[in-house]
């Protein structure tokens, strides 16, 4: 059963940047077909996919975000990245990160989301 843990910090001001790591385990980020992906749920609304990086190394971002996002890999740590850039208050939400299987076409694996909010 592969595991997906996020971690960073929960508070971060405005204008910085949000930055969260997820440790995939049971698992290689490099395995063909699989898709690593951050999606968030901001309060009371639905959630909205960030971006991926794919088992292959290349990213894919939400056009809406695509200026602020980046999506980075450590392998030798099964690792993956979310940097968010110039944050504001509207990006408080739980972050998810989560695999996609080309397989089974469909989200398979979550981890327990991290709650970031952005206060000063």
């Known amino acids: 059963q592969v595991q997906l843990q996020e971690s960073g910090p929960g508070l971060v001001k405005p204008s910085q940047t949000l930055s969260l790591t997820c440790t995939v385990s049971?698992?290689?980020?490099?395995?063909?077909?699989?898709?690593w992906s951050w999606i968030r749920q901001p309060p009371g609304k639905g959630l909205e996919w960030i971006g991926y990086?794919?088992?292959?190394?290349?990213?894919w971002y939400n056009p809406s975000l695509k200026s602020r996002t980046s999506i980075s890999r450590d392998t030798s740590k099964n690792q993956f990245t979310l940097q968010l850039t110039s944050v504001t208050p509207e990006d408080t939400a739980v972050y998810y990160c989560?695999?996609?299987?080309?397989?089974?076409?469909?989200?398979?694996?979550w981890g327990q989301g991290t709650q970031v909010t952005v206060s000063s």
């Open positions: 989560v695999s996609w299987s080309a397989l089974i076409r469909a989200y398979n694996y």
């Open positions: 049971s698992g290689s980020i490099t395995t063909a077909g699989y898709y």
């Open positions: 990086i794919a088992y292959s190394g290349s990213s």
